[in-house]
């Protein structure tokens, strides 16, 4: 396999260090970010091969220059994979959905990959090879209650995907996403201490109910996310897709 320059964002915990711990392992120079400089290091120790640990926020419109030139200067070369997993939740009846939480939803998971995306596509193209993954959701496929900011933000994401392959398409580069279920992160853990508290539930029993929303039973490990994301670095065929890695909940 050719190594690549490859920059994970949101690698200090979750499915981003499960990429990174993957693309690390089949020999890729591997860059991390997020906001949390710790979380960040933890996960770049354990990394066979060259990494470069860059702290950012990614709702900072500077972010996707400083994380991307950084890796330009560090790896001497414009990156070629660029995996958009950084992202997070938010829950709450459509009508007391605030101004606030749509705002931080769209900036995190819609603008923040656009501008990366943005920034490193012209690398990609100029060079020849890229492979672009964002990690979307099944809420970029279909819409559930009370998740209306997430969901706009996922489906946008997923039509950002779209257009980018259809506009590179025969580059070199691909654009795809990867759809998870309720996968066993920090994230859903987060979710499940906020069910058992709105509904008096045990732990165990939100946990349940969000192992309940896959078909097969369980929540999804994140190594099975980093599957996908790495079959469509794998390939050069697969490109303006959304994967599902849902355990069957969403068959589109
Ligand atoms: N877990 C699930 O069930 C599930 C299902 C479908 C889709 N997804 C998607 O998968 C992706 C990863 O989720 P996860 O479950 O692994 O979440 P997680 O465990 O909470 O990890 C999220 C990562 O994103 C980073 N991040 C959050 N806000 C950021 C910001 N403003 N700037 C830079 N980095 C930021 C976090 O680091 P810092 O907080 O240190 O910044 C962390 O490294 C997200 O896009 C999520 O929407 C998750």
Known sequence: MVPRRCLVTGAGRGIGAAVARRLAAQGHAVALTAR???ELAAVAADLPGRTLVTAADLTD????DLVLGRVEAEFGGAV???????GAGTSAPLARTTDEDWARM????LTAPFRLLRRALPGMVGQGFGRVVAVASTA???GDPYVAAYTASKHGL???VRSAAAEVAGSGVTVNAVCPGYADTPMTAATVAAISTATGR??????DVLAGRQPIGRLVDPDEVADAVLLCVASAAI???GINVDGGAVQS
């Open 158 to 160: 997923l039509g950002l």
């Open 106 to 109: 769209l900036e995190l998971n």
């Open 202 to 207: 045990t732990p165990g029993q939100a946990r």
């Open 36 to 38: 949390s400089a710790d």
């Open 140 to 142: 970029a496929k279909r």
């Open 80 to 86: 070629e994979v660029l995996v958009l997993n950084a």
């Open 61 to 64: 419109p500077d972010a996707a």
């Open 239 to 241: 490109t303006g897709q």
